[in-house]
């Protein structure tokens, strides 16, 4: 039973086009992340939620919009993709006040053409 | 958070000790030493983490230094399944408002 789920794990599109990556975490976890990995291989955060609500937003592009229904989902959609999108994106969940351990899915690795 | 350096690379042979050195000269006293390792295409993973005192768990050993300036994890029978980018991470625990920063690792290639 995985812990950390996303779909799709492979995404290739067209610039312009707009995806969504769903993430589901079934550990009882309060809060969830989505970290991106470019292709130089840094993991930087970009997003994460506390009980659907969101506490870290890392400059990203407003074309990327988290929604999480329930705390044990968190969804990611890129609007109007470009070509330096391409990369993977990872979720991970942890319980609330314990942020460093945290639980992987993993990843879904999208390409822009 | 105190600033990490660590090898860009190590090699170890197939069932010999593992050692990943890592330097963090200007850890303040608060501050905790975390691993996570990630193997090709696949999420990074908790491995352990230490304050002071040096710590062991079923998959490795911490050892952190006195002046708990540098540390080292130590995989004591390293397989090639171990063959990952291992990333030593300091900062404060716990929090809520909170990131965890992944830095350049090291990767270990465990070699038959």
């Known amino acids: 039973d995985t812990a950390v789920s996303q779909t799709p794990k492979y995404l290739v599109t067209q610039m312009g086009n707009d995806k969504s990556i769903k993430c589901e975490q079934n550990l009882g976890h309060d809060t969830m992340y989505w970290y991106k990995q470019d292709s130089k291989k840094f993991l930087k955060i970009m997003f994460s939620?506390?009980?659907?609500?969101?506490?870290i937003n890392e400059t990203v592009p407003n074309r990327f919009s988290p929604k999480s229904p329930d705390k044990a989902h968190l969804n990611l959609h890129i609007n109007s993709l470009e070509l330096g999108d391409s990369a993977v994106y990872f979720c991970?969940?942890?319980?609330?006040?314990?942020?460093?351990?945290?639980?992987f899915g993993e990843g879904s690795r999208l390409t822009v053409l | 958070d105190a600033k990490t350096t660590q090898p860009p690379s190590m090699d170890c042979a197939e069932g010999r000790a593992a050692n990943l050195p890592c330097n963090h000269s200007t850890i303040s006293g608060n501050e905790y030493v975390y691993w996570y390792r990630q193997i090709h295409s696949q999420g990074p993973q908790y491995i352990i983490h230490g304050l002071k005192n040096n710590e062991t768990n079923e998959m490795a050993s911490l050892i952190i230094t006195e002046d708990r300036k540098s540390s080292t994890l130590i995989l004591p029978h390293a397989t090639l399944r171990d063959t990952a980018v291992y990333y030593c991470i300091v900062r404060v625990g716990g929090g809520s408002n909170y990131k965890l920063t992944f830095g350049k690792g090291t990767l270990l290639t465990v070699n038959p």
């Open positions: 939620y506390n009980n659907k609500e969101l506490i």
């Open positions: 991970a969940s942890s319980r609330s006040g314990t942020p460093d351990f945290l639980f």
